[in-house]
């Protein structure tokens, strides 16, 4: 768009003001002659003055005769009259010197003004937002913040993006259409006019977004939920009705909003106030462009959200985000393809296999093994070594899972050696009971936080489901450590804090959520969790359910009877196993690590294998 000049009335006046001031200067100098104070006398005396101004400093007198160069004005600075006196006495000429104060006069007036301008215009563009543009910031406030990437300057394409090949498949159909929308509604199809990604955090949505610009080659227009709400009333509709606006002029192109829940929040779902009525109002603008949204004017809107249960149904509805693509965590192959893509840039040792690298990282999100491959790169820095080994993957799994060693965190002897027996315990129950995870690594190195110890356990496939069997075995690996305090000690620690927080988690959702209780029945008493995002949904101290008084401690006894017999089983185990307990225990408090081949083979326990 060319700039436009504008006509400025006041930058006019300006100029004729100053045009008559010079003007008006130039005539009085070409009148008056400026003459010494002694001369003036002359002149007076000898009668060639008609007329006399007196100021304080000067005086200014109009002469009987012109002068020969035509002038009819004198001027002279005044001296003391006593002073010029004695002057005349001797014949001197004299003439008065006025200092010039003309620059103090300016600054007295023009600095205070001009203190009070730049005060002015910094707190008019904090006020305004920042940016450049001076006073033009304060119209801009309605504006669309999208960042605005050229179809040169994405730079990512589908081949960046690794484990979500059902997803590159199903948005593959928005790139076709981007570039041939004729050809794609040949047979009366049309482009779904908003594609919803949808998947815990760190798993690929914005790159995936990108790519889809990139593999298309149209314009991206990126924005975040968050940076349509702002304190002014109707701002983020504006917003919203600007960039829309601007996605039309650049068509074809893609929308990209990030953060969805931000925007798409149901309504209802926070008492009523200022800050809810411009959230609620925002969202109506953007489902109102929804409705006016053409497809095939080449605009295609892509949003992101990890916490779709909160978005509102309105905004769900076909129509507006007709398709939902599901991008979760990698399977195994994923993993491993995601591996190849960040490895590419680290020096990788010969013969390492990657694939065994993705069986570790069970549960791990794309940016989780992306800042895995950087962790294994500084550790094999660190050492001085010429390329990344196995060992410093598993050394760097280990760091970002179990936290960083803290080999300076110097324990007794008595507590070293009830931490040996307490991850010794676990790492038994794990070896004793079948379908548990094969124990990698057990240590006494104090890590992270709080982990005094430390028991990892490598899964060998991806698990989808559970059986309550599985569950309850798992629960008896957490609660054998506190199983090995109490038959070697005869008492037990708090080491065993997160353990227990872990169990009950297990027993509580057996009950509640599973129907795994005969007591109960075939019911759930808790309401969903998020879908994707981990942490408790209801406040500490209780869970919410629609159950009576007399079902909640039922629940609380059923909770209770599954972590007893879960510690039974656990101290069952390793008081049939109590010599291997004592020598595995005994080698870690003098190794304070062990690894898979140095702990014993214990044969599967008979009631385990009967109850599977």
Not at 575 to 594: G, N, S
Request: aromatic share 8%.
């Amino acid at each position: 768009m060319e700039p436009k000049t504008h006509f400025n009335f006041w930058y006019f006046v300006i100029a004729m003001l100053a045009i008559m001031m010079i003007q008006s200067w130039w005539q009085e100098a070409q009148q008056v002659e400026t003459v010494p104070y002694s001369e003036f006398q002359t002149l007076m005396r000898d009668g060639k003055v008609a007329e006399v101004s007196v100021a304080d400093t000067y005086v200014r007198g109009i002469l009987r005769a012109p002068l020969p160069d035509g002038r009819n004005q004198i001027y002279a600075v005044r001296v003391d009259p006593d002073l010029a006196e004695d002057l005349d006495k001797f014949g001197i000429t004299y003439t008065g010197i006025v200092q010039n104060n003309f620059l103090s006069k300016i600054l007295s007036w023009v600095l205070p003004v001009l203190l009070f301008f730049v005060l002015w215009m910094y707190v008019f563009r904090r006020f305004a937002g920042g940016a450049a543009g001076g006073m033009g910031n304060l119209m801009q406030i309605g504006k669309s913040k999208a960042k605005i990437h050229m179809e040169k300057g994405i730079g990512v394409t589908f081949e960046d993006v690794a484990g979500v090949d059902e997803a590159k498949a199903e948005l593959q159909e928005v790139v076709q259409f981007l570039k041939a929308p004729e050809a794609y509604g040949r047979l009366g199809a049309r482009m779904p006019k908003g594609t919803l990604l949808v998947g815990p955090p760190g798993c690929g949505k914005t790159l995936l977004a990108r790519a889809v610009a990139g593999e298309a080659g149209v314009t991206f227009f990126s924005v975040s939920g968050s940076e349509f709400v702002e304190m002014f009333v109707g701002v983020g509709a504006s917003r919203v009705r600007d960039l829309f606006e601007q996605a039309r002029k650049s068509a074809p192109c893609i929308i990209f909003i990030d953060e969805m829940d931000a925007l798409g929040r149901a309504r209802g779902l926070t008492p009523v106030s200022g800050g809810s009525g411009e959230a609620e109002q925002t969202l109506n603008q953007l489902l109102a462009e929804l409705d006016g949204f053409d497809p095939s004017a080449g605009v295609v809107l892509l949003a992101a959200t990890n916490r779709p249960e909160i978005l509102d149904p309105a905004l769900l509805r076909p129509g507006r985000f007709d398709r939902q693509v599901l991008i979760d965590r990698p399977d195994k192959a994923g993993r491993e393809q995601i591996l190849r893509v960040h490895v590419k840039k680290i020096a990788l040792a010969r013969h390492m296999s990657l694939e065994e690298i993705a069986g570790l990282t069970a549960g791990f999100t794309g940016a989780d093994l992306a800042n895995l491959c950087n962790e294994a790169a500084i550790l094999a820095t660190r050492r001085g070594a010429e390329d990344v080994t196995a060992e410093d993957f598993v050394g760097a799994i280990e760091r970002i899972v179990a936290g960083l060693e803290k080999k300076n965190r110097l324990l007794n002897p008595y507590e070293r050696k009830v931490v040996a027996f307490h991850e010794t315990g676990h790492a038994l129950v794990a070896l004793a009971l079948p379908g548990m995870d094969p124990v990698q690594k057990i240590s006494i190195i104090p890590r992270g936080i709080g982990a005094l110890g430390y028991t990892i356990q490598r899964p060998t496939e991806d698990r989808y489901l559970m059986t309550r069997g599985e569950l309850e075995n798992k629960m008896a690996v957490l609660l054998g450590g506190r199983a090995a305090e109490m038959l070697v000690f005869a008492n037990i620690s708090t080491g065993a804090a997160d353990d227990l927080n872990k169990a009950t988690d297990i027993a509580r959702n057996m009950v509640m959520r599973y129907g795994m209780d005969e007591t109960l029945g075939q019911a759930i008493y808790i309401e969903d969790q998020p879908q994707f995002l981990t942490g408790a949904l209801h406040p500490p101290g209780g869970m919410a359910g629609n159950y009576s008084p007399e079902t909640a401690r039922e629940i609380d006894v059923a909770v209770r009877a599954l972590i007893e017999r879960a510690f039974e089983r656990a101290t069952a185990i390793l008081t049939r196993h109590r010599k291997e307990l004592d020598e595995v225990a005994a080698q870690l408090l003098e190794k304070e690590t062990l690894v898979a081949e140095d702990l014993p083979e214990i044969p599967p326990e008979p009631e385990a294998q009967a109850a599977e």
